[in-house]
């Protein structure tokens, strides 16, 4: 988030900012990174998955029951639908496990003709 | 023993279950929180605690609560083993006492002890991450909240604008943006933050239990007089809250270097309905007259200071204590500059990378001894007021 402008007296004074983005454990910056985003990216999916859960209750309050949810048989159409966003998400997510990088970051072109 | 790390960092093998941060609601998940001119409670309280201001921040904070306990039992474990491993391939006992150069040489830059670091500290970034990203979002209406508190009772406010605040309470302590001091939404995100600290370590703390719990412990002076009584490094003021809801007729006071964490403090004591005086101010300078309190306590304070300062306050204690008077420093037990290596582990990357900036420092101390030679006696027949840490029922002589 961008340095936030407050507009009333916040009575606090400049703090001495801590280095723990600078630690490597992984001796790879990278890697360490990509921690980073995967408990991060655990912490939406969940936020996601606890409003799905007060969503439910809420419809179970109005006469949707969780057992209406789990009954439910999709359309020919949703279930064509969602079955092409499912591979979406899994080649959106995870198509990068199938990359084996084998150059440097100094490395040229290969020849062209 | 609770150690420094069982608490802020890892969590001790007593839980045995994952627990929702949301787990130590009050029985009925009313609202014991008043509502007053100004407050802003959008989507009410479980009893004291009043609920965050969105869904979603509230299941970013279940989460993290939830990840911590799953770090500490899990992915530390691994690591631990890892520890006894690497020493065994090193014909090292795995069990043998190590200093913190041995454990770095032992571990290396091995990734399977990384990651337990690593996680961790990912999470708590996330923790202060989220709830700083809200409060900063909504800065007005809370800021207005706070304003509207400030001059309001019961109990008061003290901020003290032409205080010098020393360089070494500006550290963002357990890497919390800003620390104690630097961001004006300090106490909220410490409250909400801490609340997962206390998870797993010690029990659920939303509603002030472990606060309550050590202050009821803490022992009255000989003649039974508790007419004043203060608490210095008073962060969020839990602490003082629950000796006032103990000892109703005394005057309770508190104060903290960080004047966003007193505001808060007293912001909520006055939902509560609690009468604390709160004021920004130095524990190694708190302006009262010689001897004028029957207590005066700290709560987890001393490990966050240089020992240049813990002395100084001690000192400043001393003075203020009066002749019989309780003085009692809650605070981990010190020593520990060795310790089996993956303990020694997490004590260094807690300290380091967790910027617990002072605790080598406390650790290193013999805090019972530096009290005792300021002219307090150790009443060593009280038990801990909070179990696992120092027992330090002193007296003044």
């Not at chain 2, 008077?325 to 997490?346: C, E, K, L, Q």
Request: aromatic content about 10%.
């Amino acid at each position: 988030m961008a340095e936030t402008k407050f507009t009333r007296p916040t009575f606090a004074v400049k703090a001495i900012p801590s280095d723990v983005n600078n630690v490597t454990f992984f001796g790879n910056p990278v890697l360490d990174n990509l921690v980073s985003v995967v408990i991060a990216m655990g912490t939406e999916v969940w936020a996601t998955k606890r409003r799905m859960k007060v969503m439910e209750s809420v419809l179970a309050k109005k006469g949707v029951t969780s057992e209406m949810l789990e009954k439910y048989v999709p359309t020919a159409e949703e279930a064509a639908a969602w079955e092409k966003d499912r591979d979406r998400f899994i080649e959106m997510t995870f198509s990068a496990l199938g990359n084996v990088g084998d150059l440097t970051a100094s490395a040229p072109f290969p020849k062209r003709g | 023993m609770i150690g420094r790390r069982s608490l802020f960092t890892a969590t001790g093998a007593a839980a045995t279950a994952l627990s929702s941060f949301f787990a130590g609601r009050a029985a009925e998940a009313k609202s014991i929180v008043k509502k007053v001119a100004g407050d802003v409670e959008l989507r009410g309280a479980d009893g004291r605690m009043e609920r965050l201001g969105s869904l979603d921040l509230e299941s970013q904070m279940d989460f993290t609560a939830g990840f911590r306990e799953f770090n500490n039992k899990g992915i530390s474990r691994t690591a631990a083993m890892r520890f006894q491993q690497l020493m065994k391939e090193k014909g090292m006992d795995p069990k043998a006492i190590v200093s913190f150069d041995e454990m770095h040489a032992i571990a290396g830059s091995d990734p399977i002890i990384g990651m337990s670091a690593k996680t961790w500290l990912a999470n708590q970034q996330v923790t202060w991450k989220s709830l700083q990203d809200y409060f900063h979002a909504n800065a007005d209406m809370y800021l207005a909240e706070m304003e509207a508190a400030d001059k309001d009772g019961p109990g008061s406010l003290t901020l003290d604008a032409n205080l010098e605040i020393p360089d070494y309470t500006k550290h963002e302590i357990h890497i919390q943006p800003g620390g104690y001091v630097g961001d004006p939404f300090a106490g909220h995100m410490y409250h909400y933050g801490t609340n997962s600290f206390y998870i797993g370590a010690i029990g659920h703390n939303e509603q002030d239990q472990i606060h309550k719990g050590t202050a009821n412990n803490i022992p009255m002076p000989a003649d039974g007089k508790v007419k004043r009584i203060l608490e210095v490094g008073c962060g969020l003021g839990q602490m003082s809250c629950a000796l006032k809801e103990r000892f109703p007729d005394a005057e309770v006071w508190a104060t903290d270097v960080g004047a966003p964490m007193v505001r808060y403090g007293h912001m909520r004591a006055r939902d509560l309905g609690i009468a604390v005086n709160y004021g920004q101010g130095l524990a190694e300078k708190t302006g009262f007259p010689d001897g004028h309190f029957d207590i005066t306590v700290s709560y987890i304070m001393h490990h966050e200071l240089p020992q240049t300062a813990t002395r100084a306050v001690i000192a400043e204690a001393n003075r203020v204590t009066r002749t019989g008077g309780v003085y009692y420093p809650v605070d981990f037990n010190t020593g520990g500059s060795t310790g089996p290596a993956y303990g020694m582990f997490r004590r260094w990357w807690d300290h380091r990378w967790n910027n617990e900036v002072w605790s080598r420092e406390f650790h290193t101390l013999n805090f019972s001894d530096e009290i005792a030679k300021a002219g307090f006696t150790l009443n060593a027949k009280t038990p801990a007021a909070l179990p696992g840490f120092g027992a330090r029922h002193f007296v003044k002589t």
